[in-house]
């Protein structure tokens, strides 16, 4: 399977900051990479797919780069309402796997 | 606009079965891929199971061959039968739209497994 490793686990930011998560893969993925944000007690929302193309509707302040092993997502001005868990996930291969979880508060 | 809805979860013992289903609305289901993905109490996201728009399905090891993934396009309804359950199945199960990336997502359904 491959691994999926976010840094850091926990962020304390103020808002307006631009805040910025990594992801590396165990193995090449390719540009096969996606971002979610999920708010305690509710699902899952796309953010980001194919490593850098914002899903519709979502604010231009978030943002995705990378390929191969090392991505990174951006905040570029934090808002309150970014307060979240942030997940990345392969699908390079199967199984699907996500990283363990970024959790972002407020400073 | 896409709604997802999960039904079917509750509290059952280990070794027990369960089957969850998704009520899908707001777009054309058949034509798409869909899954479920589940969330251990406090834990992150873990991928369980797709099935294509032509039925072809995919599982985790740790689910292959207690779980089955089924759908029916004609009443927009997407299933997750799950036997021989276990204490660590215990989690929220989401029904997502999507093979690779999953751009929906319903509210999920708590499934408990414990005597």
């Known amino acids: 399977d491959i691994q999926m490793t976010q840094s850091p686990s926990s962020l304390s930011a103020s808002i307006g900051d631009s805040v910025t998560i990594t992801c590396q893969a165990s193995?090449?993925?390719?540009?096969?990479l996606n971002w979610y944000q999920q708010k305690p007690g509710k699902a899952p929302k796309l953010l980001i797919y194919d490593a850098s193309n914002l899903e519709t509707g979502v604010p231009s302040r978030f943002s995705g780069s990378g390929s191969g092993t090392d991505f990174t997502f951006t905040i570029s001005s934090l808002q309150p309402e970014d307060i979240a868990t942030y997940y990345c996930?392969?699908?390079?291969?199967?199984?699907?796997?996500f990283g363990q979880g970024t959790k972002l508060e407020i400073k | 606009e896409v709604q997802l809805l999960e039904s079917g979860g509750h509290l059952v013992q280990p070794g027990g079965s369960l089957r969850l289903s998704c009520a899908a609305s707001?777009?054309?289901?058949?034509?798409?891929?869909m899954s479920w993905v589940r969330q251990a109490p406090g834990k992150g996201l873990e991928w369980v199971s797709t099935?294509?728009?032509?039925?072809?399905?995919y599982y985790a090891d740790s689910v292959k061959g207690r779980f089955t993934v089924s759908r029916d396009n004609s009443k927009n309804t997407l299933f997750l039968q799950m036997n021989s359950l276990r204490a660590e199945d215990t989690a929220v199960y989401y029904c997502?739209?999507?093979?690779?990336?999953?751009?929906?997502w319903g509210q999920g359904t708590l499934v408990t497994v414990s005597s």
């Open positions: 099935i294509t728009g032509g039925d072809d399905t």
């Open positions: 707001g777009f054309t289901f058949s034509s798409f891929a």
């Open positions: 997502a739209k999507g093979r690779f990336y999953f751009d929906s």
């Open positions: 996930q392969q699908y390079d291969n199967l199984p699907y796997t």
């Open positions: 193995q090449d993925i390719s540009n096969y």
